[in-house]
């Protein structure tokens, strides 16, 4: 999402803090009627217990909701705080002009028909919206929201159905969402689940206020704890970035639903880095380096945030499975395998105290409580939950909780005995209504629970991915010395497609080993500079017009003399002549034979939210086969380059599998590294950039880029 240009802004009339607690607030539209947006928003508020000023405004009414009542936003005797706008779209921007000459610090506005339509008309309206705020200083959230939520503030400033409740359920969860119906859904879930907010945010178009304005916020809030995301689109990638650096910072968990899966546009079809790797992977590099874990569903991502607002995590390794049921203890640990969750290992000294009331085959993880020695008599749930849990190998539990004697009691026991334990104990239940009584006596204790075991999984998985990101954070990039001057980067450059030769050059001028090759500007020419090389050799023709040169025949190895390297070029031009008649062939280059072990791809794009992003994968024909990539914002540290190796499918190729020797990751680190402050030096006249491939030998033999393209921008 593009923030639509507007002129500089006044000063601010209001805090972001204040807008989430305001002192006073306006209603315009407001109405007795529950069926009405601006009726539901003034019971709402009363309802609730919000204990500011409240000021209807409706010029057909003398009071509305037992208040005195204004015809218009100027006859308020003093400027509200905030403003929520009930009102028709076609009358919404007259009605703003009002409340912003009204001296009101924020207009909440849950009209639409603005930016979002994709019609010019509400693209101007949006544009004329944003006009008001910027010369006013009055900040708007939305248009196209559902207002706001803080429970501990008691104010739903919102018209949404869901919150004629008795309570709003306070708690310590931030929840910022572009989409109103769904901020409001999640809340509903979350209330249901006995998950409080601290706050909910819908910020809409974010026309003016935006989700960075309201994450930056919650990361400096003490009381907030974790924070949720719904993000469609971002206003600035690089803010978001900063904002959830400053969260991991603060120990915060920051969890996020994302939608919106861009196609990389007309590089796609030049480029492999574009059509590898498009808005979306560049939103998860920066997740992955900022320790923001993405979730497939609200619901999960809300419960991973309780847990760990309940209890802080561990290593993100150890789960600790408890049941009534062998056969749903052996389900749980292998879906929790399955998911890469690690079963925990008890100590001995665990399983000898579990073997005083359980079989041997019992006493270890999973825990099945059925499979006792002792008489039913002994009542054995609470302390083989605890005792287990208190295992210093157990960072995470789940209970499956299935039909058993005394059922209610016993989840009961289990869920309240896990929930003390001080580490994140996920309570699952595996039957319907059969466990309907040991859901309310759960629910008493104050536990959260699920219907659902692979409800549990999922959110066990968001709960280890979150803390495994704590043990994974890199230090920042760190210019190698050797680099030159950011400034000799644009020196001398062209613009447009590259050729092999040019970016080859500037690759060497940033430390990258390049192979030796000669080029030369006719067919004639290519035996006598084979000369001048060991052979074989490898020739490749030298066109603006082919970018993919091994697909028209454009590249040949491994030729033994110059006889071959002159039939070659032949064969080459006889090619491509009948495949792209229009392509310019504008000579050859004639190259040393590289030899090594493996076949690495290194590319480079410039992301519009992001900036430059590096793409590191298995090279040569296979890179769009395979899809096997890693991703990174620029520039890349060491420690982030080694990570990007790891994440590859098919990392142990490079580490020895099967025998197969070690190859030089270090040079391979180290290409990565200088490569990303070669696209940080180009910054905004980098369009793309790919090495394919660069050549690797064993441990300590370096690697040789033998071939690569760039498109580079006007500066």
Request: charged letters at 25%; one cysteine or more; aromatic letters at 4%.
């Amino acid at each position: 999402m593009n923030k639509i240009f507007v002129s500089e802004r006044a000063a601010s009339r209001i805090s972001v803090d204040r807008i989430l607690h305001p002192q006073s607030v306006a209603v315009l539209g407001a109405s007795d009627s529950l069926d009405k947006f601006g009726g539901r928003i003034m019971h709402f508020l009363t309802r609730h217990g919000f204990a500011g000023d409240i000021y209807p405004i409706n010029m057909r009414r003398d009071q509305v909701g037992g208040r005195k009542a204004y015809p218009a936003i100027g006859a308020v005797p003093k400027a509200p705080d905030v403003a929520i706008m009930a009102v028709p779209s076609e009358t919404l921007l007259d009605s703003l002009r009002e409340v912003a000459d009204a001296g009101v610090g924020c207009s909440v506005i849950i009209s639409n028909g603005f930016a979002e339509s994709g019609e010019a008309e509400g693209v101007e309206r949006q544009q004329e919206l944003i006009r008001i705020s910027r010369r006013s200083g009055m900040r708007v959230i939305g248009p196209n929201c559902m207002g706001l939520i803080v429970p501990h503030h008691h104010m739903a400033l919102c018209s949404s159905v869901v919150l004629n409740t008795d309570t709003l359920g306070d708690g310590s969860i931030g929840l910022i969402s572009q989409s109103g119906a769904l901020m409001v859904s999640i809340f509903d879930r979350a209330k249901t689940d006995g998950i409080g907010l601290r706050h909910g945010v819908s910020v809409g178009n974010q026309s003016d206020l935006e989700i960075c304005d309201f994450l930056e916020y919650m990361v400096e809030d003490d009381k907030t704890k974790a924070i949720c995301l719904y993000i469609e689109g971002l206003i600035d990638g690089v803010r978001f970035k900063n904002a959830a650096a400053a969260c991991r910072k603060a120990g915060k968990p920051l969890f996020v639903v994302k939608t919106g899966r861009t196609e990389a546009g007309v590089i796609a079809a030049q480029s492999h880095t574009a059509s590898l790797a498009g808005s979306h992977e560049a939103f998860s590099a920066v997740c992955r380096e900022e320790g923001v874990i993405e979730a497939k569903a609200p619901e999960d991502m809300m419960r991973a945030a309780h847990y760990l607002t309940m209890h802080r995590g561990g290593t993100g390794k150890g789960v600790a499975v408890v049941s009534s049921s062998g056969g749903s203890a052996g389900i749980a640990s292998d879906r929790l395998s399955e998911e890469g969750l690690e079963i925990a290992r008890p100590t001995p000294e665990t399983i000898a105290k579990l073997e005083e009331v359980l079989l041997p085959a019992q006493a270890r993880n999973p825990i099945d409580l059925g499979g006792r020695i002792v008489p039913d008599t002994v009542e054995i749930t609470e302390t083989t939950t605890q005792t287990l849990m208190a295992d210093p190998n157990v960072d995470y539990g789940i209970a499956v909780l299935t039909s058993m004697p005394d059922y209610a009691n016993k989840s009961r026991m289990i869920a309240k005995t896990g929930s003390e334990s001080g580490k994140p104990f996920v309570v699952a239940f595996a039957a319907g209504a059969a466990a309907e009584k040991p859901r309310e006596e759960v629910r008493k204790e104050g536990v959260v629970f699920l219907d659902s075991f692979e409800d549990g999984v999922r959110v066990l998985s968001l709960m280890t991915k979150h803390d495994k990101a704590k043990a994974l954070f890199t230090e920042p990039a760190s210019r190698p010395r050797d680099l030159p001057a950011a400034s000799a980067a644009l020196a001398g450059i062209g613009t447009g497609y590259q050729t092999e030769s040019e970016v080859k050059q500037l690759l060497a001028s940033y430390g990258v080993k390049v192979a030796r090759e000669a080029v030369v500007g006719s067919q004639d020419a290519v035996a006598v500079a084979a000369a001048g090389f060991d052979f074989p050799v490898v020739l490749k023709v030298v066109s603006p017009d082919i970018v993919h040169k091994s697909d028209v025949g454009g590249v040949r190895v491994g030729l033994g003399s110059a006889d071959e390297v002159a039939a070659a070029a032949g064969a080459m031009v006889k090619r491509i002549s009948k495949e792209l008649p229009d392509a310019k062939i504008e000579g050859y280059s004639v190259q040393e034979m590289v030899k090594g072990e493996v076949e690495v791809f290194i590319g480079v794009r410039r992301d519009p939210q992001f900036g430059p992003i590096v793409l590191l994968g298995m090279g040569g024909v296979a890179v769009e086969i395979l899809k096997d990539v890693a991703v990174a914002t620029a520039p890349v540290s060491r420690g982030r380059a080694l990570q990007m190796v790891d994440e590859l499918r098919m990392s142990p190729l490079l580490k020895g599998a099967r025998g197969r020797p070690l190859v030089d990751i270090d040079a391979i680190v180290d290409a990565v590294e200088r490569i990303s402050w070669l696209a940080h030096d180009l910054d905004t006249r980098l369009v793309d950039l790919e090495i394919n491939p660069l050549i690797v030998r064993t441990q300590g033999g370096g690697a040789v880029a033998v071939d690569g393209r760039a498109t580079l921008a006007a500066g």
